[in-house]
């Protein structure tokens, strides 16, 4: 069935009745041409991608819970291209045209709003990093506009102009960013999926990777065997754990990000601003929640939940660029696990098993580049070479010293 | 989280900085332009261990005592099993 | 640093400029009074390897007792030995007849010991009165209960982003803390936000307790 | 009875009336009252309006739990939206006003919502407004945006303030009522440090709100006695108006209202205060949330729980309607019986979903009408509950009245265990979850831990704060535990069957208006799990968490599914239990004091200098030195960099690093710390060093003063010093704990000044001590000394020139460095001396090529700073191995360069990039950036350094500077990168 208005409308006067389960509820078949690891938004996209765009069907995506229970359901939801460095921008951007054309390509409104991301600068020294910024994005081809203060003020006046620890200076815009509901993505993704063929198989874990004669053969799983010519693995957060079932170590470690939303109220942040003196990035949901989030909980952890000391840190940041939001209550925060990467860029590429595929090492990207990750794992694993937009992810770029490093802090995951 | 300093006792963990995986630098090899030398350190600063359960880590008591530490903790479920400091400091720190 | 403010040639920053002697808060007596130590003699003593025991054993020999290897005060030979971290200790004395006590740390450690004068290093506000403990729970991340910090005992620790050694004295009802110079202004205006409530008296500086 | 106010008993305070307004119109209430008990009071039913469908709402239950009744409290900046009625303690003068309605509460037109219902179905948005695509952001989101929200924010500053707090003890005992007060007595008298927080202004939880007698006295009065007790010994801390809202690793956080109930904090005092207590063991005695009954249109104004109704009864003498019907499935519905009975009102009916009566009733069953195994059809009523229609042993009838009180058993609040991550494990024997697993050291108790019986519950909260004393040390006596009359609430769930006709009716999450046909559709379309089922119709999203619509709905799905709840699945908890707010949670740290500033010894020198301050991480450094005559800030640093090349200027670089390195093993130490070699430096010189990360890329660079055999002095940039400290800690306890080497930061000890240009001897000479002389040969570059200065002020002098001319580094203790800075100024005088900001220093430093932060920013490499010849070959030290990667050592990688513009008045500005000149400026001919730009007084052009493709292959060419962000275009040549006195001659001069 088409979404539509029409449809919605039909249904309204049967009851609803006519509505069908998004995607099926599939259990295994004895093997695949591919099985992804992995029904988040990243693995379900691949197999999007794979099916519609690279003619390759016969695809099952399997997931140890239910699809998009892992930080494709715990992000802060923005969506972006504003990188600094050549290994990056193309990609992002690459996310961004898909980002702009995801609903229709779906048929899912995935409520993609390209309501601006206004990253704040707070001295010269950074307006000038902006500056440098943007100039690559103009280069590139992506949209970026350095404002001063009072084009600041015109678009969030009530940011601290007047009594701040560190004024505001002056932002970097990008109109086309935004943000897109997180959950509908992934369902967007697995019903588009479903209907070209792919197997959508919940609360299936892998529990091994079998390969032989240095070639990946299948997946064990919690609900048996699945052979396979090819395996992409897509499991942000659980990255190390999976590549360990193929003896692979991976240049990753894992983090809580803590993530926040408010009450709702009526519309009062319009864009995505970040404050470029802390970690604080906030903006408000259509269904009226503020969402915000900070800095990573400084040590590792697969537990989904974050401390105290960043819980009050990130209140702080927002106090302190945002004083207007001090009576407006904190109702919910969750912690992700985050795949950090040692250089904060991720990695598709192709694994030393023959057939098997890695997409990980996210850091705090993951969700905003859900649709390149997607089409560029999905072009990996079909046609064996990297896609360009994405051919600096690549595993050995540490041995040889290719690093793409946006922060320049160097192989210490907590502070990317 | 509370991380019990051996010398200053339980602090938050405001106090501290994580460097991640308690791993020893790998012996400067004879020559150290070799394949194998640079392949060590690849390994020691890139590929650190990161499990899903008990993990032994550097951490510095930053606004504390100054001290690293070796803290071996669950990252599933945060448990903190010890905290040491990583060279005993001689015998001032047993005196 | 000084025995008296009168070093030749240049005068000694006494008054920083962000402080404010006075009483501010709610009417009625004050609950915190807080002063600045404007002046004193501060050491950095640490042991060199493997030296530790030596060290304590000459400091006993010269001063008639041993720092101890913690977080706690020991006072001896004029000064105040506190612990700040493994085979650490900072060495406070204040008022007259530190030159002579200087000279004495300098030959006790000599052998055995990294001596550093960190007096210009740090800031110290010395706090008291009856609502004092109340105010620096609200800063200090720590157990100020009275058997967590007995009297003389010390803990560096952070406050509002700040490394602060704080200090319980001897006499018990002086709490202190230092924090490296550049923090003061900061510190002190933390201090004395988290005070107002329970009225505060500032005291002028004072140059030498 | 004026409105449903009881003419006597509960436990407000009838002699304090309080004067207060709702949308305008004035009521009066009673000190005691909360918002809600005392609208009720005034027959105001009416409370607000739905999410979605603008549905009439009433006050359903009487805490944190409340779906319905939101408010905005207050005006102007205090303005709160989304305010639990239900939870406000009314003080005199309160305005509130309801929320989320146009034009009025009564008539409000977005109530048409609920005519398209069945189109405005749970994810309806999903389906559509996707064509075209661009109305999206344009047309529909906008709409959907404004009808979406509650209440209004005050969109301007909160003029409050917040406190933070720590405490610590050694039982933490989470609500006051009959659980946590046995616990707390129990465990206080064994001599345990007690915290109690209690979220109400007084201890005694369900207490307050039943009829029950304890040791033959009303039960409020027990509670008081007990808390008596518990005040008087010193190891208790009692704190009201406290909620523990979040759980996390090692502490809990927990939030009191300190002024909430005044119309503003009084002068001195916080809004609230936010706590971190830190417990060796936790009671959770937080009590339980009743759960509502499905039902059609059961969400009129007028139904609500039942044990709310008896809280507005017994706590706040208010009577919940006239005429008032029960519907239950506990005997939690035949207490509220009982309890209107004693009120002298009569139910029409009790209407149990259950075959047989509890025995322990016989008096309600007497009393009052009852049908077993019945259940409520329906209700009527338009701004509020008029008549139920009720069902029960195949006949219908209709009952007439304004209030419904409903009980479908109870939910225990495990919330605060459940932040730690324990799954809750189900309990047939209450229909419900309880804690799993009592991870870090939390104890549930009483109604908390799904025990309802008064007695059973002293006995168990007993045992419970004897064992937590006891694990800590402390003996606890038995305690005499006080006589009670049993009476028990567990509860059950009652049956819902599907149907299509009503189930869009009947309503599971009452504030988000997701209905039973909502749970039907999320099954119907695969959104079974109960994440999905959350997610896909916002079920449990709303303010109050969920904790009134969860289980239905988790019940609901099973019965679709044919599973069993656990099956069907468990949301987790997640901090605040109780939502928070922002400003409390981030305390006083506001405007200024979000984070610490660091000043220098001049700073109040400089600032009445009129010296604009720049931010250099925490530092403030003073940028410029204006005088009246200087047209503006540019001309100011220009005649700065003037005086330094033609005569001297003075500034201060305090704000470097200072990292003493001492002992035997010190030279040995920084040799494997730095790629260059450090114990080369002799004794009374400096010498340049170079650290890197492990990595292999640039840490920081600087200078090393070694004043004697073991003793150095590292000064490391401003922007990495604390970094680089952190590091070398690192080195030397990790690392090379055998070397004998000990490291201290004495950034702050000192004040340093930099007395820079060619009269910069003569202004140091009349500074040091005699007998030492300061001339070419005494005191070459690179000398450093230990000396006194003015008299006897013990001091550090090292011949560095980071400007480019003859220059010194002046050190003396910081307490003496405003007097010094006035001291140099004053011999200066007759040399010309000007003081120089941090803009100077950088126009100076960029003439000479010296890289700073910009390029020494984390992604780049002694190679590309041209440096690799620096770095000793012949030895391991950190970064040594991976630093030879071949990527590392690329020459194509941007490299360090100068550039000039073919017209010197072209501005350059960081931030630009380098394009290839000729085309058309895109990723392809995208060269490199600019870090540092400057106007260069002395070479009378723009300047820059900059990184560039090959750059140092590329000398002489010419490329094109793009800055599109800020508009700039200009063609430039590739210099090497020092500008001034590339030889170096003028320091040695």
């Known amino acids: 069935?088409?979404?539509?208005?029409?449809?919605?409308?039909?249904n309204a006067l049967n009851g609803g009745t006519g509505w069908t389960p998004h995607w099926r509820k599939a259990e295994p078949k004895p093997a695949y041409d591919v099985v992804i690891v992995g029904g988040g938004g990243h693995g379900l996209a691949t197999a999007h991608y794979l099916a519609k765009d690279f003619g390759v069907n016969n695809v099952a995506v399997i997931e140890k819970g239910w699809i998009g229970s892992g930080n494709a359901g715990r992000n802060t939801t923005i969506i972006r291209s504003n990188y600094l460095l050549p290994g990056n921008i193309p990609f992002y951007e690459l996310g961004m045209k898909l980002w702009e054309g995801l609903e229709q390509d779906l048929n899912y409104n995935a409520m993609v709003s390209q309501r601006g991301v206004l990253n704040l600068c707070h001295s010269d020294a950074q307006r000038d990093a902006f500056a440098r910024r943007g100039n690559a994005m103009r280069l590139h081809g992506v949209d970026a506009e350095l404002i001063d203060r009072e084009a600041v003020r015109g678009m969030a006046p009530y940011l601290d102009f007047d009594n701040a620890r560190f004024p505001i200076i002056g932002g970097l815009v990008q109109r086309r960013g935004g943000t897109a509901r997180h959950d509908a993505v992934v369902w967007g993704y697995a019903r588009a999926a479903d209907k070209r063929g792919v197997d959508i198989i919940e609360n299936c874990e892998a529990t091994g990777l079998r390969s032989e004669g240095g070639k990946i053969v299948g997946v064990e799983t919690t609900k048996g065997f699945v052979g396979a010519n090819r395996v992409g693995l897509s499991v942000a957060g659980n990255s190390s754990r999976v590549a360990a079932l193929a003896d692979m170590r991976l240049p990753i470690e894992t983090y809580a990000l803590q993530a926040f939303v408010t009450e709702s109220i009526k519309p009062l942040i319009d864009c995505v601003v970040t404050f470029g003196a802390g970690h604080f990035y906030i903006s408000q949901s259509d269904k009226g929640s503020l969402v915000f989030g900070g800095d990573l909980d400084p040590f590792p952890s697969y537990a989904q939940r974050g401390s105290l000391h960043v819980f009050s840190d990130v209140a702080e940041n927002a106090m302190a660029v945002m004083p207007m939001l001090g009576r407006l209550r904190i109702l919910r925060s969750w912690g992700g696990v985050m795949d950090m990467s040692m250089d904060g860029s991720p990695i598709i590429d192709a694994t030393p098993i023959e057939g098997l595929f890695f997409n990980g090492g996210w850091c705090y990207g993951g969700f905003k580049a859900t649709p390149a990750a997607g089409f560029c794992f999905a072009h990996l694993i079909a046609k064996g070479e990297p896609h360009q937009a994405a051919a600096p992810f690549r595993l050995d770029r540490f041995a040889t010293g290719r690093v793409i490093d946006e922060k320049g802090v160097g192989a210490t995951p907590n502070l990317h | 989280m509370l991380i019990n300093c051996p010398y200053c006792g339980p602090r938050d963990l405001l106090e501290f900085t994580v460097k991640g995986e308690a791993r020893a630098r790998p012996d400067a090899a004879a020559d150290l332009d070799s394949e194998a030398s640079r392949a060590g350190f690849v390994d020691a600063v890139y590929l650190r261990d990161n499990p899903a359960g008990r993990h032994k880590e550097h951490w510095l008591h930053a606004s504390g005592c100054q001290s690293w530490l070796v803290i071996e903790r669950d990252t599933r479920t945060h448990e903190i099993f010890g905290a040491s400091l990583v060279a005993s400091d001689a015998e001032g720190a047993k005196s | 640093m000084s025995d008296s403010f009168t070093l030749p040639g240049l005068a000694l920053d006494l008054v920083p400029h962000y402080l404010r002697p006075g009483r501010s808060g709610p009417p009625g007596a004050s609950g915190v009074v807080l002063t600045l130590i404007a002046d004193e003699d501060r050491f950095n003593i640490e042991a060199r390897r493997g030296?530790?025991?030596?060290?304590?054993?000459?400091?006993?020999?010269?001063?008639?007792?041993?720092?101890?290897?913690?977080?706690?005060?020991?006072?001896?030979?004029?000064?105040?030995?506190?612990?700040?971290?493994?085979?650490?200790?900072?060495?406070?004395?204040?008022?007259?007849?530190?030159?002579?006590?200087?000279?004495?740390?300098?030959?006790a450690a000599l052998e055995s010991a990294t001596v550093l004068d960190v007096s210009h290093g740090f800031v110290t506000f010395q706090l008291s009165g009856r609502s004092v403990v109340e105010a620096l729970a609200k800063l200090a991340p720590i157990d100020l209960g009275e058997q967590g910090f007995a009297p003389g005992a010390c803990a560096m620790t952070q406050i509002h982003g700040m490394s602060v050694q704080l200090r319980r004295r001897l006499d018990g009802g002086f709490y202190e803390c230092a924090v490296p110079r550049s923090f003061a202004g900061s510190l002190y205006h933390a201090l004395t936000d988290a005070a107002l409530r329970f009225g505060l008296t500032v005291e002028p500086a004072q140059a030498v307790i | 009875m004026s409105g449903f106010r009881l003419a006597d008993g509960g436990l407000i305070d009838r002699s304090r009336p309080l004067k207060f307004t709702f949308d305008g119109k004035a009521y009066t209430g009673y000190a005691g009252d909360t918002l809600a008990s005392?609208?009720?009071?005034?027959?105001?039913?009416?409370?607000?309006?739905?999410?979605?469908?603008?549905?009439?709402?009433?006050?359903?239950?009487?805490?944190?739990?409340e779906p319905n009744a939101l408010v905005e409290l207050r005006e102007g900046a205090r303005r709160e939206p989304n305010v639990k009625a239900t939870a406000v303690e009314l003080y005199d003068g309160l305005v509130a006003r309801s929320q989320n309605r146009w034009p009025s509460l009564a008539f409000d037109a977005m109530a048409v919502n609920g005519l398209l219902k069945p189109i405005f179905s749970a994810g309806f948005y999903y389906k559509t407004f996707m064509w075209p695509a661009s109305f999206w952001e344009k047309l529909y989101e906008p709409v959907i945006r404004r009808a979406a929200g509650l209440g209004r924010a005050s969109g301007v500053e909160d003029p409050d303030t917040y406190e933070r707090s720590n405490a610590f003890c050694d039982v933490l005992v989470v609500g006051a009522g009959p659980a946590g007060l046995m616990a707390a007595l129990t465990a206080a008298r064994a001599g345990a440090d007690v915290i109690l927080c209690e979220d109400q202004p007084r201890v005694g939880g369900q207490l307050l709100s039943d009829r029950e007698f304890i040791d033959g006295r009303p039960a409020p009065e027990w509670a008081v006695s007990a808390a008596a007790e518990l005040a008087a010994l010193p190891n208790v801390r009692i704190m009201l108006r406290t909620t523990v809202t979040a759980a996390f690793d090692g502490c809990f956080a927990a939030l009191e209202r300190v002024s909430d109930h005044y119309p503003e904090p009084s002068a001195f005092q916080p809004r609230q205060r936010f706590w971190r207590i830190v417990a060796k063991r936790t009671i959770l005695a937080a009590g339980s949330t009743e759960r509502p009954l499905a039902f059609p249109d059961n969400d009129r104004p007028g139904i609500m729980l039942s044990s709310a109704v008896r809280t507005y009864l017994n706590r706040f003498g208010v009577a919940a309607g006239r005429v008032a019907a029960i519907y239950t499935s506990t005997d939690d519905g035949w207490l509220t019986a009982r309890d209107f009975l004693r009120a002298g009102l009569t139910p029409v009916v009790l209407v149990d979903t259950r075959a047989s009566a509890p025995a322990a009733f016989a008096d309600v069953a007497k009393a009052v009408p009852i049908m077993l195994e019945g259940a409520v059809l329906g209700t009527e009523g338009a701004k509020g509950l008029s008549a139920i229609i009720v069902a029960a042993g195949g006949a219908q009838k209709r009952f007439e009245?304004?209030?419904?009180?409903?009980?479908?058993?109870?939910?225990?609040?495990?919330?605060?265990?459940?932040?730690?991550?324990g799954k809750p494990s189900w309990s047939e024997n209450i229909s419900a979850f309880l804690a799993g697993g009592t991870a870090q050291g939390v104890e549930p108790a009483g109604a908390a831990a799904g025990v309802f019986g008064l007695a059973e519950i002293f006995a168990e909260a007993a045992a419970a704060g004897a064992a937590c004393a006891a694990a800590q040390g402390f003996a606890a006596p038995a305690p005499k535990l006080p006589t009670v009359a049993q009476t028990s609430t567990a509860g059950s769930l009652a049956a819902w069957r599907p149907n299509p006709a009503k189930d869009g009716k009947i309503f599971v999450d009452f504030q988000h208006d997701v209905t039973a046909s909502d749970v039907v559709?999320?099954?119907?379309?695969?959104?079974?799990?109960?994440?999905?089922?959350?997610?896909?119709?916002?079920?449990?999203?709303?303010?109050?968490q969920g904790r009134t619509a969860n289980i239905s709905a988790l019940a609901m799905m099973a019965q679709l599914t044919g599973r069993t709840i656990p099956e069907t699945g468990v949301t987790l908890a997640r901090p605040p239990v109780v939502p928070l707010a922002l400003g409390a949670v981030a305390g006083d740290h506001r405007r200024g004091a979000f984070r610490p500033v660091r000043e220098t010894a001049i700073h109040a020198l400089s600032s009445e200098a009129g010296a604009p301050f720049v931010d250099v991480g925490q530092w403030k450094r003073p940028q410029y030195f204006p005088i009246p005559e200087d047209a503006d800030l540019a001309a100011t640093a220009a005649r700065e960099v003037e005086t330094v090349r033609t005569r001297v200027g003075v500034t201060d670089v305090s704000t470097l690093g200072k990292i003493e390195v001492l002992g035997a093993d010190a030279g040995v130490f920084l040799d494997r710390v730095c790629a260059t070699r450090a114990s080369a430096i002799r004794p009374g010189r400096c010498g340049y060093f170079v650290m890197?990360?492990?990595?292999?890329?640039?840490?920081?660079?600087?200078?090393?003063?070694?004043?004697a055999p073991d003793h150095f002095l590292v000064y490391a940039s401003t922007a990495h010093a604390a970094s680089v400290y952190r590091h070398m800690l690192f080195c030397r306890q990790a690392l090379w704990p055998e070397l004998d080497v000990n490291l201290a930061a004495v950034t702050d000890g000192w004040a340093q000044f930099a007395i820079a240009g060619p009269r910069s001897p003569a202004v140091v000479q009349a500074l040091v001590d005699a007998p030492r002389a300061i001339t070419r040969t005494v005191f070459p570059p690179m000398s450093a000394a230990e000396l006194t200065i003015c008299d006897g002020v013990p001091a550090r002098l090292c011949a560095l020139s980071f400007s480019g001319e003859r220059a010194f580094e002046v050190a003396v203790p910081a307490g003496y460095g405003a007097a010094l800075f006035r001291r140099i100024l004053d011999v200066g005088a007759a040399y010309g001396i000007a003081p120089y900001g941090s803009e100077a220093m950088g126009v100076m430093r960029i003439e000479k090529g010296h890289p700073a932060g910009s390029e020494i920013n984390g992604q780049t490499t002694a190679y590309d700073l041209g440096l690799a010849r620096a770095l000793s070959k012949d030895k391991d030290h950190i970064g040594r191995v991976l630093s030879a990667r071949p990527a590392l050592n690329d020459r194509k990688r941007a490299r360090l360069v100068g550039l000039t513009p073919l017209d010197p008045n072209d501005r350059l500005r960081a931030g630009a990039h380098v394009v290839e000149t000729g085309v058309a400026p895109s990723a392809a001919s995208d060269l490199g950036w600019l870090s540092s730009a400057a106007w260069s007084p002395t070479l009378r052009s723009f300047i820059a350094l900059g990184f560039v493709s090959g750059g140092p292959d590329r000398l002489g060419d010419e490329v094109r500077i793009f800055d599109p962000v800020r508009g700039g275009d200009c063609a430039a040549r590739i210099v090497a990168p020092c500008f001034y006195d590339p030889n170096g001659e003028r320091p040695r001069v």
Request: proline share 3%.
């Open chain 1, 1 to 10: 069935m088409t979404f539509s208005g029409f449809q919605l409308l039909r």
């Open chain 3, 51 to 107: 030296s530790a025991a030596q060290l304590l054993a000459s400091l006993a020999n010269s001063f008639g007792a041993a720092p101890v290897n913690g977080p706690k005060t020991i006072a001896a030979g004029g000064f105040d030995f506190v612990g700040v971290g493994p085979s650490r200790w900072h060495a406070i004395s204040r008022g007259d007849g530190r030159a002579e006590r200087r000279a004495a740390l300098a030959a």
């Open chain 4, 38 to 65: 005392a609208l009720l009071a005034n027959g105001v039913r009416l409370f607000g309006r739905s999410f979605k469908y603008h549905r009439p709402r009433g006050v359903l239950s009487a805490g944190h739990e």
């Open chain 4, 401 to 421: 009245v304004d209030a419904l009180a409903v009980s479908g058993g109870f939910n225990p609040a495990i919330q605060l265990a459940s932040h730690f991550g």
């Open chain 4, 521 to 544: 559709l999320a099954h119907r379309e695969g959104y079974r799990s109960v994440e999905h089922l959350k997610r896909y119709t916002t079920l449990g999203m709303a303010t109050e």
């Open chain 4, 692 to 707: 890197l990360r492990e990595d292999g890329f640039m840490m920081d660079d600087g200078m090393i003063a070694r004043f």
